[in-house]
């Protein structure tokens, strides 16, 4: 896969972990998906309250400009979802596939 991709993990609050799964699944996918981004997976490591996923961009432009387009689009912003609800760290790790 060419352009640039992003493992993310979420630690998110204690007991916030199947309601951010679901409107992370329900409202962010699909505009994710709209702007020409790919989902390359998405997992719960309970036992760590985490939220992990893959999200990858291919162009025209940069990861992050279209990232950046991403969150000043009146679709984010109607979403009503502020990640800092939900969320107590973010990490975010560029990768690049090896096979």
Do not use: C, H
Request: net charge negative.
């Amino acid at each position: 896969m060419s352009g640039t991709t992003q493992l993310r993990i979420y630690t998110v609050k204690e007991g916030m972990l199947d309601e951010w799964a679901r409107r992370w699944r329900e409202e962010i996918v699909p505009l994710r998906l709209a702007m020409g981004f790919t989902i390359g997976g998405a997992w719960l490591d309970r036992e760590r309250s985490q939220f992990i996923w893959l999200i990858s961009y291919g162009g025209p432009g940069s990861f992050a400009e279209r990232n950046a387009q991403y969150w000043a689009s009146s679709q984010r912003e109607e979403m009503r979802l502020d990640p800092d609800d939900y969320l107590v760290r973010t990490e975010e790790r560029v990768v690049e596939p090896v096979l």
